[in-house]
């Protein structure tokens, strides 16, 4: 929750390749005060079955930059071998082209942001929702 000296931050993932959420991806949440700042690490969460992250630690006072940290191989993966067993098509070879997708972007205190991943196995998209 966001209070007038700090900013918030939420997210959700959808898998644009099945149209659904994407369920149990790792996201790690980091600020920094000021863009010569070192990044602190403030801890992190897994999106659920709706694909959402409700969870995440709050940022402190003073922070300007945001990075969220989404790790997509573990999904992807797990994704795959749940393709496999159902003997569904194979979409890819092994691996993410992607195994990790990093999203900074700028806050200011008061503020609610909420950054939407849209996430495929070869892309992804995101942008600022609300």
């Known amino acids: 929750m966001s209070t007038e000296t700090t900013a918030s931050v939420s ?13 149990g991806v790792a996201i790690t949440l980091s600020a920094r005060s000021g863009f010569d700042a070192e990044w602190a690490n ?10 959402r992250c409700k969870d995440l ?3 402190p006072e ?3 930059h945001v990075r969220l ?13 749940a393709e496999a067993q159902q003997d569904a098509p194979r ?7 992607f195994p990790e997708v990093t999203i900074t972007f ?11 991943l849209l996430l495929n196995p070869f892309g992804y998209s995101v942008y600022r929702g609300s």
């Open 11 to 23: 997210t959700h993932i959808l898998d644009t390749s099945i149209g659904r959420p994407a369920e």
């Open 42 to 51: 403030l801890g992190g969460s897994a999106t659920d079955a709706d694909g």
């Open 57 to 59: 630690p709050a940022l």
């Open 62 to 64: 003073g922070t300007t």
């Open 69 to 81: 940290d989404f790790e997509t191989e573990a999904y992807f993966d797990k994704k795959q071998a």
């Open 91 to 97: 979409v890819r070879d092994s691996g993410a082209f």
């Open 106 to 116: 700028a806050v200011n205190p008061g503020e609610h942001y909420h950054v939407p």
